[in-house]
């Protein structure tokens, strides 16, 4: 029998059509499919441990016999079955919680392999619910795999049809680079992988197969970025524009302000892009206050004076109003007309609006997700400016990703990501870093506290009022929750305990009227304390803040109480943000206490993601990232380096991939 890449499971002999469905739900359909399912672990039978060797806390594989065994039923559906398994050097007990119904396969006198933790218990060896098969005498395998299974799928049949298949299979997958390439980079060839992945010759040959295989997927992906960049912003002559480069001191004789260096830069980059009529995909970064709207400002007004229409996308309807305070002047002054279009407005209101922007008399349109929502016939939209991106629910991301076609796009976002990470996972956009704070660097000393001193807090809070400073108590979530702190209960006991002081409330299901009326009080520091939720995360911008103390911050990312802390400490004054534990756990002391030492966004972001890996940063679900099979970003960054370097190489000698145009085929 041969086989292809191609052809479907339930042509395999022994895949009938419940089997089928069980890999269906593996989402595993042809052979393809099969070969590139990779085993979790491997059992390394040559490494089986003696009982009498065993040590507490170990992982271990053991190879032994049962000899006795006892159920204890606790009721219908709890209790344990204890097997006591030897290898003549000393027993083992097996315990399977809740699992009575294993004991028909521990039969006395049949040799098992576990793989599990070791523990001791009234000093016998015990291990609990470990992984185990059955001892087939005769072996030629030594380094087993283990899968992933589901429900009517068994670690035999995975390993059977993935055998069948290694030795039938016609050809292999076609290889990512030509000899001479994968002798340079020292990685092996997609058959010896496919092979050694799956039944590893030796751990040597197995290390080798995982190498190749996260190389080749990272090629791949990144292949695929550079490849989406390179013609995404492809040159299009349509795009072209003339302008100034002295349009950046015109913009700037409007600002209340000097732009910084690095706000300039980042500008003319963007004229450059435009003059070389490239589409732009670019990601600006940098924290809190740096000063990224001004760039975003800047690219609407230019875009506006060339006479077409541009969108600024916020994250909530406080800033979007914030933002519309803050430039509408700007904009009057130079006969350009603009539009906030949030939920908020009346079916009236937004008719006219759409009216005003389908005829084009509007230019910019500033506003929430309700600009996703709409309907809206754009006489000439050339750009789309997003703030904080991720804010925004993945169908929005969705529609998001259809209104940007052909027109430029900028993404801001002031959660830290590391560099490496941003350069690669981000591979299709242009970075740009905004470094320097225009109002000077802050000074914030952040320090752990745990709930029991609320006494203390008291006094510090006290203190700090009475030397008119202002500050915020940022809450989980907003109404009482069982385990959860929330700003309205906060607010109340703040109030009893703090009587005299004026406290404010504020968080995102209070009207807008009255979240706008406490930020204005707060802001001329009539109310001088504020309760609220992470509303205030994202780019309100409240001057003068002095403290920040944060409940129950075992419950924030740690990008996110970097965020929050960079709401303090400006102009020239010390900040303080206080870090108070509920539950003080070793993990969550040791991840907020490396926290506190940690004052670039950047370096909480490489602790972030040495702790919690890439799963959560910036939405890297949402910007349309395929899951990876074997690579691990952060684990196996080196490998991600070398393959989007020998990806650049390749684009660099061979642009259109006309002599490699194999690769092709890895583009989807
Ligand atoms: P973010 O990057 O968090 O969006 P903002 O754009 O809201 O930061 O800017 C924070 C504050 O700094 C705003 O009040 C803004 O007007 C001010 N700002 C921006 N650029 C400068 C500058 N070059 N000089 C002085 N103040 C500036
Ligand atoms: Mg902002």
């Given at each position: ?61 053991i190879k032994a016999k049962v000899i006795a065994r006892e159920e ?8 344990y079955l204890k097997i006591a398994v030897s290898d003549?050097?000393?027993i083992l007990y097996v315990i399977f919680?809740?699992q009575i119904y294993l004991k028909n396969i521990f039969q006395i006198g049949k040799t098992f392999i576990f ?15 470990p992984?185990y098969e059955e001892y087939e005498g ?16 068994s670690?035999k ?512």
């Open positions: 029998m041969k086989l292809s890449l191609d052809t479907p499971l339930k042509n395999l002999k022994g895949i009938g059509p419940q089997k089928e469905k069980y890999f269906n739900k593996l989402n595993i359909k042809k052979v393809e499919d099969i070969l590139f399912y990779f085993p979790r672990k491997y059992l390394n039978l040559k490494n089986v441990k003696k009982i009498i060797e065993l040590k507490e806390g170990e992982v271990v594989t204890k039923k606790l009721s219908f559906k709890t209790g003549n050097t000393g919680f809740n793989n599990g933790k070791i523990e001791i218990f009234n000093r016998d060896f015990e291990i609990i619910n992984f005769k072996r030629t395998d030594w380094i087993l795999p283990v899968y992933p299974l589901t429900k009517g799928l670690q049949n995975i390993r059977k049809i993935v055998k069948l298949l290694l030795k039938n299979l016609k050809e292999f997958p076609s290889e990512i680079l030509p000899l001479e390439r994968r002798l340079v980079l020292n990685i092996s060839n997609i058959k010896h992988a496919l092979n050694n992945i799956h039944f590893p010759v030796s751990e040597v040959n197995l290390e080798k197969a995982r190498n190749y295989l996260i190389f080749r997927e990272f090629f791949i992906f990144q292949l695929n970025l550079l490849w989406k960049k390179k013609i995404e912003q492809k040159s299009d002559e349509n795009l072209i524009f003339e302008i100034d480069e002295n349009l950046i001191d015109e913009f700037e004789k409007n600002l209340p302000f000097k732009l910084t260096e690095n706000q300039k830069e980042i500008m003319k980059e963007i004229i450059i892009d435009i003059k070389r009529g490239k589409l732009i995909r670019r990601l600006i970064y940098g924290e809190v206050g740096s000063g990224k709207t001004v760039i975003a400002i800047f690219t609407l007004w230019i875009f506006a004076k060339i006479g077409f229409q541009g969108v600024f996308l916020c994250p909530t309807e406080i800033l979007t109003h914030q933002h519309f305070i803050n430039w509408n002047e700007l904009f009057l002054s130079q006969d350009i007309s603009i539009g906030v279009l949030t939920g908020s407005l009346t079916e009236k209101e937004k008719e006219q609006l759409k009216e005003d922007i389908e005829t084009g008399k509007m230019k910019v349109l500033i506003g929430t997700h309700a600009i996703l929502n709409e309907k809206i016939n754009f006489k000439n939209l050339k750009v789309v400016i997003v703030d904080e991106q991720h804010k925004f629910g993945v169908r929005q991301q969705e529609i998001l990703k259809e209104k940007r076609k052909n027109v430029h796009y900028i993404s801001m976002s002031a959660t830290p990501i590391p560099r490496t990470v941003a350069l690669t996972l981000y591979g299709n956009m242009d970075f740009s870093i905004l470094g320097d704070l225009p109002k000077g660097q802050r000074q914030i000393i952040t320090y752990l506290f745990s709930k029991q001193d609320s006494e203390k807090i008291y006094s510090f809070i006290k203190f700090q009022i009475s030397q008119n400073k202002t500050g915020f108590i940022i809450t989980p979530a907003i109404k009482e929750n069982e385990n959860i702190e929330s700003a309205e209960e906060k607010y109340k006991e703040l109030c009893e305990k703090l009587s005299g002081i004026k406290i404010g409330l504020l968080h995102g299901k209070l009207s807008k009227e009255i979240q706008k009326d406490v930020l204005k009080k707060f802001r001329e520091k009539e109310i001088k304390l504020l309760v609220s939720t992470t509303i205030i995360e994202t780019g309100i911008d409240i001057p003068d803040v002095s403290f920040i103390i944060i409940e129950q911050a075992e419950r924030f990312g740690l990008a996110q109480l970097h965020q929050l802390r960079g709401r303090v400490g400006r102009s020239g004054e010390i900040g303080y943000c206080f870090l108070i534990v509920y539950n003080e756990d070793e993990e969550v002391n040791e991840r907020l206490s490396s926290f506190i030492e940690k004052e670039s966004g950047f370096d909480v972001a490489e602790l972030d993601f040495d702790l919690r890996g890439p799963g959560d940063l910036l939405g890297t679900r949402q910007h349309g990232i395929p899951p990876l099979k074997i690579g691990d970003i952060r684990k196996d960054i080196e490998l991600l380096k070398l393959a989007r370097k020998e990806v650049e190489r390749i684009l660099k000698l061979d642009p259109e991939l006309k002599k490699m145009s194999y690769l092709k085929k890895f583009i989807k």
